[in-house]
């Protein structure tokens, strides 16, 4: 029999059991309230619907242009998708609205590249050459994807963009209205006599090639036409301001006006306080011209005209067989008819017509082309100098024994190909393989530069005068200008400045085509300063176009430099082969 004691024990425990089931549920139930009410907050919450993708054009390669067979194979190359624009550079104001071209390289030959969403094709070292319409006003930038397997590159290029034109009004529509006409600056006339000297100290080199270039019309891209000794006084008739440039109109005589550089007047002649007063003096200079003599050299012949008075504004102009000297502001000038004596093998006479009242002209008749020639003035005395041309007694080895001067083209300046080949690095590889080449056939060489250090530009063809070179080759290379497409303008041309290097040209182009195996581009004038030279024949060869992949990866194999350079050779054997006289 159980106790009271016991009983008592009995209802405690079983009461203390009830509590702590109680409490456990208590505690289950708040718990479970607790998950439902964040439940209840998670589904209420507000959601924002996921952005959709944006569309991304596929990646598909754009084929590679056919190439000359006569150019290397470009080299594979597999690296990391890295972008390199070489051209436009960031926020470049481009000076076209319409299409221009864009390059560089993606660092893997594999990867397929997008320009703009155009495709643009990547040639087997990861350069890329593109023609696009050129952005919006609204968007003026170039947007750039590539990739490949292993991955993707973005690169977003800033540019700037010429404004459009103004079509509103008529007068404005010159020419291309694609294109900007900047219009010079109004003519400020300058009334009265005003007489300066040309020439400032210290413009050009001391030499006697230092010169004022006077031009038919202000402004750059003018041809260079007179070539003016330093002292030379002329009228100041007007200056005006163009290409960024202050020039002067200059009255060469009374029937003849040019432009020059204000610059280029002497510095007691220019005032300090106003562009467009000049102080000069009032009375025109007297020239008189004296009799002309001949006197013949072993390698030249020279045409001696005494003036009194300062040196005169002169014009040398060429044909087949005649040198024509024009004399301007000279007075008492004989008629001229004269022979050599004794006879000349290469100068037939010296004539000239009836004197006009403020010029004379000489024609200097040859028995062959011309072949060089010098103006030179000491003191009252105007030398023109006609060089004889080299006798080639060896028509098989016709370079033995001449003098080339080779001027491998820039720095400073030049152009960069795709992949950042430069300029003036390949031209020098070139130059000096030129140099082996002509050696071997028993030429001199006289070089320009053998290093990457910079050389005046006014200065290379003086180095090939004063070395007395019987020609002057300056090596380039090529690039487009915006809004030119590189696809259908690349190729090989020849360049020149003074008829009688015509021959030449057309030999060293002929060797261009034959050894490099581009598009012929032909034998052109162009302004050029390295090929001004009058003393022997000097022309500019554009073997290849650097900004193309293809010709860029070709120009850095030495084969390929090698062919550049046997080109010219072939042409120089070529031009001086043909001057060998027949038996």
């Known amino acids: 029999m159980r106790t009271k004691d016991t009983h008592w024990v009995d209802w405690w425990r079983n009461q203390r059991a009830t509590y702590i089931l109680t409490m456990k549920a208590s505690v289950i139930r708040v718990f479970a309230c607790a998950l439902v009410f964040v439940g209840a907050s998670c589904a209420t919450a507000p959601t924002r619907p996921a952005a959709p993708p944006v569309p991304v054009p596929p990646l598909v390669p754009a084929p590679v242009p056919t190439t000359s067979p006569k150019l290397p194979p470009v080299p594979a190359v597999r690296g990391p998708i890295q972008i390199n624009v070489v051209y436009p550079k960031p926020e470049q104001m481009l000076t076209v ?5 864009i390059f560089g390289s993606v660092g893997s030959g594999d990867a397929a590249l997008r320009i703009n969403g155009v495709p643009v094709p990547v040639w087997p070292n990861g350069a890329f050459m ?13 947007e750039l994807i590539a990739g490949n397997s292993t991955g993707t590159a973005r690169l977003e290029l800033p540019i700037k963009i010429p404004p459009a034109p103004d079509t509103t009004n008529r007068n404005n529509l010159v020419g291309d209205t694609l294109k900007l006409v900047v219009s010079p600056d109004t003519l400020t006339a300058i009334p009265g006599n005003v007489y300066v000297a040309l020439g400032a100290p210290g413009l050009a080199v001391d030499d006697t090639d230092r010169v004022t270039i006077a031009r038919p019309a202000p402004g750059n891209g003018q041809e260079y036409k007179w070539f003016l000794f330093p002292g030379t006084v002329v009228r100041v008739t007007g200056s005006q301001r163009a290409s960024g440039d202050e020039f002067v109109r200059i ?3 009374s029937g003849q006006v040019a432009w020059v550089l204000r610059s280029e007047l002497q510095a007691q002649y220019v005032s300090p306080d106003s562009l467009h007063r000049i102080i000069g003096e009032t ?4 020239r008189r011209v ?3 003599s001949i006197r013949p050299a072993a390698d030249w012949i020279d045409i001696v005209i005494p003036v009194t008075g300062p040196p005169p504004p ?3 102009e060429e044909s087949d067989r005649s040198l024509s000297l024009l004399l301007y502001g000279v007075t008492g000038a004989p008629v001229v008819s004269m022979m050599p004596q004794p006879p000349d093998s290469y100068l037939n006479s010296v004539s000239s017509p009836t004197s006009e009242p403020t010029r004379v002209r000489y024609s200097i008749n040859l028995n062959r082309a011309p072949y060089g020639y010098l103006a030179l003035w000491q003191k009252d005395t105007l030398t023109f100098r006609v060089r004889r041309p080299p006798r080639i007694i060896d028509r098989a080895n016709p370079l033995r024994g001449l003098t080339i001067t080779v001027d491998p083209g820039h720095p400073p300046a030049g152009a960069t190909g795709p992949t950042s080949l430069y300029e003036g690095e390949a031209v020098l590889q070139v130059g000096l393989k030129l140099r082996d080449l002509l050696t071997q056939a028993g030429a001199n060489v006289v070089m320009t530069r053998t290093t990457m250090d910079p050389v005046d530009l006014g200065l290379r063809p003086i180095i090939g005068r004063r070395a007395n070179s019987h020609a002057f080759v300056s090596i380039h290379l090529d690039a487009a200008p915006d809004g030119q497409n590189p ?11 003074w008829p009688h290097s015509v021959p030449l040209a057309q030999a060293a182009q002929a060797g261009l085509l034959a050894e490099m195996g581009l598009r012929d581009k032909g034998v052109a004038f162009q302004n050029i300063a390295v090929a001004r030279g009058t003393w022997m024949p000097s022309i500019l060869t554009e073997g290849a176009f650097v900004i193309m992949p293809d010709q860029e990866a070709a120009l850095r194999t030495p084969a390929y430099q090698e062919a550049y350079a046997t080109a010219i050779l072939r042409g120089l054997q070529s031009y001086f082969a043909s ?3 027949t038996p």
Do not use: H, K, M
């Open 97 to 101: 609205r319409d299409s221009n071209f």
């Open 130 to 142: 593109g023609w696009l319409p050129v952005p919006p006003d609204s968007a003026p930038r170039y």
């Open 251 to 253: 009255e060469l005589d």
């Open 283 to 286: 009375v025109a200079p007297l």
């Open 290 to 292: 004296g009799d002309v």
């Open 314 to 316: 002169y014009l040398v």
């Open 487 to 497: 696809f259908i303008s690349n190729g090989s041309w020849t360049l020149y400045f």
């Open 579 to 581: 001057l060998a006289q």
